[in-house]
């Protein structure tokens, strides 16, 4: 079975088994209003993408992993659209019917939820009888969802290229991190840096959902990896298509076309990622190598170059 990690741009971060159904039929998108940002047959593995790709978007994280969500046989027949879930009956029978759903979660353009007994008291609460059946009720997805948000059951924090861009973990935590030496926590298998950037402690259930926040160039080895890039490229492809890519940035300047030359300079900072990644090193070892290096230096400008003495 293929699981696909799908991107709804400034809407949602979804994992479904059939696209056609979740995506086009339920939630109205077509081919061309929406990517594909990952496919794999391991639920744990996309299951895990799926949440760090909404961190790193800046999304509101879902309540439970993908993996981890209980589809009852018994369940009810609910209509999903982007704004509204609509429950089969009357608001005079939903309670007992949700009594015996406990468990059944679905998913929404704003969030997955789940029938618990804590979620069960709001809905009630907040049930509207349709105004085109009413044998039938709804509640609002946004609102419901912002439910879980309340409860804090995961901590949002905006990724590098979420609208607002980066944020950091808030101070409280920051600190508490930092008073940590580096070798207290483990990086377990999902974690390829060695940065020690996840802060799950030694002897701790390991959760992703609690690693810190991403950056641009996590997300470019996130993106490499999905292709496999790491594990069957090599660095004498990733230097040739360097050189293609200055080329291009050379072509641009001397056309004077500014867009081309910013796309031509994030091309060359993805290669050279990925070059670095092939190499053993991450690029930011790479960066502040080389910061260390110039920040000691001394000189002159000369015909429009630095010249160090």
């Known amino acids: 079975m293929t699981y696909y990690l799908y991107h709804i741009p400034g809407k949602k971060i979804g994992v479904t088994r059939n696209l056609e159904e979740r995506v086009h039929k339920q939630q109205g998108y077509n081919e061309d209003e929406y990517q594909i940002l990952a496919e794999s047959k391991d639920i744990t593995e996309i299951s895990n993408l799926e949440i760090q790709m909404q961190k790193a978007f800046g999304y509101k994280l879902d309540r439970q992993l993908y993996k981890n969500l209980k589809f009852n046989k018994k369940q009810m027949d609910i209509n999903v659209t982007e704004q509204t879930t609509t429950f089969p009956m009357p608001l005079n029978k939903l309670k007992g019917r949700l009594m015996d759903n406990i468990g ?9 939820v789940t029938i618990t007994s804590e979620s069960i008291k709001w809905i009630i609460a907040n049930a509207k009888t349709s105004m085109y059946n009413d044998n039938r009720c709804y509640v609002y997805n946004k609102a419901f969802a ?13 990724g590098g290229l979420a609208p607002t861009g980066p944020r950091s973990m808030d101070e409280k935590k920051c600190k ?9 926590y483990d990086m377990p298998e999902c974690c390829n840096y060695d940065d020690h950037r996840c802060t799950t402690p030694k002897g701790s259930k390991h959760d992703c959902v609690n690693a810190g926040s991403f950056n641009e160039f996590d997300l470019i080895r996130m993106w490499a990896n999905q292709r496999g890039i790491y594990e069957h490229g090599d660095t004498k492809t990733q230097a040739l298509k360097l050189m293609e890519e ?19 300079i994030g091309d060359c900072v993805v290669v050279l990622t990925n070059l670095a990644e092939l190499q053993g ?8 190598v080389a910061y260390n290096v110039i920040s000691q230096r001394s000189g002159k400008m000369v015909n429009g170059t630095f010249k160090k003495d």
């Open 281 to 288: 090193v991450s690029i930011e070892k790479c960066i502040n």
């Open 176 to 184: 508490e991190y930092q008073s940590h030496d580096p070798e207290d």
């Open 146 to 158: 912002r439910l879980y948000d309340n409860n804090n059951v995961y901590e949002t924090i905006t």
């Open 104 to 112: 059944m979660s679905w998913e929404t353009t704003d969030g997955d």
């Open 246 to 264: 200055a080329g291009e940035i050379c072509r641009a300047i001397l056309k004077e076309d500014h867009d081309e030359v910013v796309d031509g």
